[in-house]
């Protein structure tokens, strides 16, 4: 009873954080209220049979009842309204309990906002891009934690400054700290690097290796807030809400870091040691080892080149690169064989200490601190002579972990480690009857994840499993190896070079088998996945079928009890769908918020095609630059495109159209079409020379004529051939994609009544324009949808608004519903003369938040707002969606609580 218990208690608390979380993080109220009736609903309407810790009544007709199976027992009925009781409790607590953690990060976050100074104690040090992130705890942020980023450009910046003051190495814990004045800032800025007498810097920020000595320090900065990045676009990464699940809500940028207080804890320093001891274990393997032995002993894979990451991912075999049950497992059979396997008492505690403190070298992933939970707790209950399962066990740590932070129930880390062993729990047995015992926990495994990697990660490899069985026996072997060689590190500080020498080879092995099976990735298949409602119902149904209360119904023949109690459970997750319904994802046209950039996103009849697609991300562009990658790296068609379009159910794009080749307007649909099918792109016909300078195919590609789109073009000149460029090589798997030119008066055809015309420029230059020209040669777009227009109208200056005045006058060509306000809402463009010719009821400004330019200017804001036309800006509202009904309009908001 107590394991029905504590999974009954388990799924209610998690309902109510859930039911928390749209009404706190989503501004869903109503939705949430009506998710909360269908939860209260379903407990209070259950059977009570189905009620854990339910018991019979002692009279005589329960004893009767006990002989005839297939009928239920006649329960104490006040203990079933007390369990009921209880479980409405659980929910309340689960939701106040993320109500309580999201009004203090709020609060937390208005704090710091008003402030450029923050003081704290240091608890975590990291370098990733060249930056380091320290995160600190500060008293008057109350439970919300600030990461703190250093940016070692601003150091290079400074270069040689006068009155530069250094002491001992700050990462050997000096008194002081090395200061000198930032140019930029026209302020002191200390690095904690180590530094000479004459002002230069001795080491940069390169990696981790050291900065873990900051751990205990009281430090203060000054600087200025930075909002974490939320998610822009349906399907794309929440890097805000992933910080929230680590209890980090702020982020500080320091232009000023000092340290006031090197004092450190008996626990700070022992974990300092911990830090020290894995730090110096890691150097002893080569370079070209160190990042991937970091990723597979202590799950870190920041050190790990990204393209030998993203097979591992693709063959799902990504788990071996992040600590889990797997390595825990390995690290309990290898403590197991060294005490003989002996079950004493002061075994266990030792066994768990040693369990405990590798968690504590992995920086405690929320793998990592279920796996210890469930150990712990299945090593003690050996010694108290209690009965424990896999399923109390996970159910404790589930609710031990959610105690603690609500907010990690929207980790995909802890989605696929619980959901990982849920499956083992819930399907081992019923698979086990057809395929073995062994076989099975693999696929109980399998089925238990796909749902949560199809939505998380938008592919599903057919062959993981086949993959992994290798893969998985060369980690039990190398995972041991490391973890005993990291024992004799830490108590002799010496390791054996053939050890060393030995786990390098099986690694080398790991890579090699996983390459090699993983056939290049083509059977790994690109999928919008379910959406969450559906994610959730397909787990619910699952999982039910699977339970223990549902195979002793069936076997009582009580098919009705079954569905009554399914129909029950099914209540809740339909009260999802309101809460996470997606209203852009069936809108018609969507302005797809691409940092300081264009998108637009065009759906007709299935098909689909976009006019630009974004690309660069430029300094102060905070959306683009704090979700691990560097600025200048960010990958805008891999990591914003194809999830947003994987995720609104597009398999493919027929058409993409550029209005110049800028790199914030051109350069993600280049990204795109490297990972994702495009079908054909189409380049103004005044940048045909700069098609083999690296930016787009040849020019021996034809034009398209596919079904799917009919292009007409009544002046644009056939291109020659060229020379292959960059980009054809990179396509060279992709022989569908063509690129044709655009000209004058071009008309693509959508579906019947869809179109995109080309409004500007009226004749091709007489000379090809560079790339990098400054505007004068920007093509715009008008999209016919059914009975509204849309001008796409790309960086347009004044000057060409004027001739377009001109040359339409006395014709109704210019005037339009929705206009997408030309070069982000600079003042450059958006004259009043256009404005009034254009005479729409909507713009849509498309530029970054907190971008390095001031775009949109107010000027611009000025002369929309005097004409009464309704502005809408990516950078405030994310993704903007507009649903045509008929010659009506409706905008939808991805993010409709502005930043």
């Known amino acids: 009873m107590l394991r029905r218990k504590l999974a009954l208690y388990t799924l209610l608390y998690t309902a109510g954080i859930t039911a928390g979380f749209f009404m706190f993080e989503r501004s869903r109220t109503i939705e949430a209220a009506c998710f909360c009736a269908a939860v209260i609903a379903a407990v209070f309407l259950t059977d009570q049979g189905s009620h854990a810790g339910a018991f019979p009544c002692n009279d005589s007709r329960s004893s009767r009842n006990n002989m005839y199976p297939g009928k239920h027992l006649n329960l104490n009925k006040e203990a079933v309204d007390r369990q009921k009781t209880i479980l409405a409790i659980v929910f309340l607590a689960g939701f106040l309990m993320f109500a309580f953690r999201s009004v203090s990060y709020n609060s937390a976050m208005t704090y710091v906002h008003d402030k450029n100074y923050i003081r704290g104690r240091v608890v975590s040090a990291t370098v990733k891009n060249e930056k380091l992130q320290l995160i600190v705890r500060n008293r008057e942020a109350g439970p919300a934690k600030v990461l703190v980023t250093l940016d070692e450009k601003a150091i290079e910046r400074s270069g040689q400054i006068s009155g530069f003051m250094t002491g001992e190495n700050l990462l050997q814990r000096s008194e ?120 597979v002993i202590f799950g870190d894979k920041s050190g790990i080149d990204e393209d030998l990451l993203e097979e591992f991912n693709i063959n799902s075999t990504g788990h071996i690169l992040a600590v889990s049950g797997l390595h825990i497992g390995f690290l309990y059979g290898l403590l197991r064989f060294m005490t003989a396997r002996k079950r004493t008492l002061p075994v266990s505690a030792l066994i768990i200490a040693v369990i405990l403190l590798y968690g504590e070298m992995t920086m405690w992933s929320p793998a990592t601190v279920r796996a210890c939970i469930v150990m712990t707790i299945s090593l003690f209950s050996t010694h108290l002579r209690r009965r424990s399962d896999l399923l109390t066990s996970l159910s404790m740590a589930a609710f031990l972990i959610l105690a603690y932070q609500p907010y990690q129930l929207f980790s995909s880390g802890f989605q696929l480690s619980f959901m990982a062993l849920s499956g083992i729990a819930f399907l081992t047995g019923p698979v086990s009857s057809v395929t073995g015992e062994a076989l099975a926990v693999m696929l109980a495994v399998q089925i238990g994840t796909l749902p949560v990697i199809a939505y998380s990660y938008c592919r599903i490899n057919p062959l993981s499993i086949l ?49 090699i099976l993983g056939l290049g990735g083509s059977f790994s298949l690109k999928t919008a996945g379910p959406g969450t409602a559906v994610m959730i119902m397909i787990y619910v149904i699952v999982f039910g079928l699977a339970s223990e209360w549902t195979r002793v119904m069936l076997l009582r023949k009580d098919v009705k009890a079954v569905l009554r109690q399914g129909i029950l459970l099914l209540m809740p997750v339909a009260m999802l769908f309101s809460c996470l319904y997606d209203t852009i994802s069936d809108d018609e046209i969507v302005f797809v918020s691409v940092g300081q950039g264009d998108c637009v996103h065009i759906r ?65 649909i280049e990204e795109l079409a490297e990972v994702f099918p495009v079908g054909a792109i189409g380049i103004p016909a005044d940048y045909r020379a700069s098609l083999t300078d690296g930016h787009f195919a040849s020019s021996s590609h034809k034009t398209s004529d596919s079904s799917s789109h009919k292009t007409s073009d009544s002046s644009c000149e056939k291109p020659e051939k060229g020379v292959a460029s960059n980009s054809e090589k990179r396509w060279a798997s992709n022989p569908e994609m063509k690129v044709f030119y655009i000209g004058p008066y071009t008309r693509i055809d959508i579906s019947d009544d869809v179109s995109i015309e080309v409004i500007w420029p009226v004749e091709v230059s007489d000379e090809p324009i560079a790339a990098d020209d ?62 009034d010719a254009a005479h729409p009821e909507i713009a849509v400004i498309q530029c970054g938040r907190n971008n390095f330019y001031g775009h949109p200017h107010k000027q611009t804001l000025d002369r929309l707002e005097k004409r009464g036309i309704q502005v809408f800006r990516t950078d405030l509202s994310g993704a903007i969606g507009i649903d045509i009904y008929g010659d009506r309009i409706s905008v939808d908001l991805f993010r409709a609580k502005e930043l």
């Not at 995972?479 to 500080?493: H, K, N, Q, R, T």
Request: glycine share 8%.
């Open 467 to 515: 993959i992994n069985v290798p893969v998985i026996l060369l980690a039990s072997v190398l995972v041991p190896l490391c973890i005993l060689m990291l024992m004799m590190e830490a108590s002799f500080g010496r390791v054996p070079a053939s050890g060393i020498k030995l786990a390098e080879l099986i690694s080398q092995a790991v890579i090699d088998v996983n390459h």
């Open 604 to 668: 007709a009849e299935g098909h689909n095609a976009l006019i630009d697609g974004g690309g660069q991300a430029v300094q102060g562009n905070s959306g683009q630059a704090e979700n691990g990658r560097s600025k200048q790296g960010y990958n805008i068609g891999k990591s914003i495109l194809m999830p947003y379009l994987l995720h609104g159910g597009a398999d493919a794009v027929e058409i993409a159209l550029v209005t110049h080749l800028h790199a914030d307007h051109y350069k993600g």
């Open 774 to 835: 400054p505007n004068e040669h920007n093509t715009v777009y008008m999209i016919h949808y059914k009975k509204i227009k849309i001008m796409v109208t790309g960086d347009l200056l004044e000057e060409d608004e004027q001739e377009m005045i001109e040359y339409y006058q006395g014709t109704d060509t210019l005037e339009c519903d929705i206009l997408k306000i030309a070069h982000h809402g600079s003042k450059s463009s958006s004259s009043e003369a256009f404005l």
């Open 176 to 295: 002081c700290s090395a200061i000198w004045m930032s140019p930029r800032q026209n302020e002191y800025t200390t690095t904690g690097l180590s530094a000479q007498q004459d002002g230069h810097i001795e080491n940069r920020i390169s990696d981790s290796s050291g900065s873990y000595k900051y751990i205990g320090m009281m430090v203060e900065a000054r600087g200025e807030y930075a909002d974490l990045s939320q998610a822009e676009d349906p399907g794309c990464f929440d890097y805000a809400l992933y910080m929230k699940s680590k209890g980090v809500t702020i982020r500080f940028k320091a232009y000023i870091l000092e340290v006031t207080d090197n004092n450190a804890s008996v626990f700070t320093k022992a974990r300092c040691f911990l830090y020290s001891t894995r730090e110096s274990f890691l150097s002893r393997f080569s370079a070209d080892t160190q990042g991937f032995m970091r990723g």
